[in-house]
């Protein structure tokens, strides 16, 4: 296992947003966390990256204790750990050209990526390339392009420093149903081309179906139910997940246009 989520408890005052969680993902997997909006999701993202403390609990990288590591051991986990987030126009600085916000994630982490300004440039270029953009966009800024460019840009930024793991917090939810699909299968190829691990959090229930091999539903803080994706997705044990499957986009191809396209 790559990621071990044990027994993790997050409060924020007297409110409890998680609890007890435990989690695990494979390397070169695909686990879906789904759940309804204020459930948790992204609090587990930010206790993954420790960007939130734990309240109890342990989490563990490849067998490091993410909470109990340096400072600088954990800088150095980050280019390892990367997040993609669900609004790029938020997530983007707006005052930085696509190739600086390419290229930041290099400068910081410059012990690992020695590198002179175009051995950067070409590499923000190939990022580019690996996300299906190309050098037109090197120096144009966020505000010159659509919202699945964007993400686009997002994801490689997050692809800069070689990561193994990527977490994706509703990497799709903010996109035209249109472009969905092809951010979809871009995340799809990526994974497959560079053997990444992914935590995919959605409130989709398609979208995970698609994406993930394990699905890990998410209620009130608490992981309800577990398993294969197939499993859980097709013959749910727990009441919220059919409650969850009920809510779904007819699934008749001809009816959902997002689902026939993938
Ligand atoms: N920093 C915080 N302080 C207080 N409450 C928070 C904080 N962050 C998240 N919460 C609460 O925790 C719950 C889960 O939020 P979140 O993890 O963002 O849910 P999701 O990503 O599933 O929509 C929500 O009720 C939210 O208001
Ligand atoms: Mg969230």
């Known amino acids: 296992m790559t990621l071990e989520i044990t027994h993790v408890t997050k409060q924020f005052g007297s409110f409890t947003a998680l609890k007890d969680v435990s989690l695990s993902v494979r390397k070169g997997s695909s686990l879906g966390l789904v759940g309804e909006s204020g459930s948790g999701k992204s609090t587990l993202a930010r206790c993954i990256l420790r960007l939130d403390t734990l309240t109890a609990g342990q989490i563990t990288y490849a067998g490091?204790?993410?909470?109990?590591?340096?400072?600088?051991?954990?800088?150095?986990?980050?280019a390892r750990l990367q997040i993609v987030f669900q609004d790029p126009y938020a997530s983007l600085n707006q005052r930085m050209s696509v190739h600086d916000i390419i290229a930041?994630?290099?400068?910081?982490?410059?012990?690992?990526?020695?590198?002179?300004a175009s051995q950067r440039t070409a590499r923000v270029l190939e990022l580019l390339v690996q996300v299906g953009l190309g050098p037109e966009h090197l120096y144009r800024f966020p505000h010159e392009f659509s919202g699945g460019q964007r993400q686009?840009?997002?994801?490689?930024?997050?692809?800069?420093?070689?990561?193994?793991?990527?977490?994706?917090?509703?990497?799709t939810s903010a996109l035209d149903v249109s472009v969905q699909a092809d951010i979809l299968n871009l995340l799809q190829g990526l994974q497959d081309r560079?053997?990444?691990?992914?935590?995919?959090i959605s409130h989709d229930l398609a979208v995970v179906r698609y994406m993930c091999d394990e699905v890990a539903v998410i209620y009130h803080g608490e992981i309800v139910e577990h398993g294969p994706a197939s499993l859980v997705l097709d013959a749910p044990q727990h009441d919220y997940t059919r409650m969850l499957l009920a809510?779904?986009?007819d699934p008749d191809?001809?009816?959902?246009?997002?689902?026939?396209?993938?």
Do not use: N, Q, V, W
Not at 104 to 116: N, Q, V, Y
């Open 104 to 116: 930041e994630p290099l400068i910081i982490h410059k012990a690992r990526f020695p590198m002179t």
């Open 194 to 200: 560079l053997g990444l691990t992914y935590l995919f």
């Open 253 to 262: 191809p001809d009816k959902s246009p997002f689902l026939h396209r993938i």
């Open 152 to 171: 686009r840009i997002g994801i490689a930024r997050a692809l800069a420093c070689e990561p193994e793991f990527l977490i994706l917090d509703e990497p």
């Open 64 to 78: 490091t204790d993410i909470h109990a590591i340096s400072a600088a051991e954990m800088r150095a986990l980050r």
């Open 247 to 249: 809510a779904m986009p």
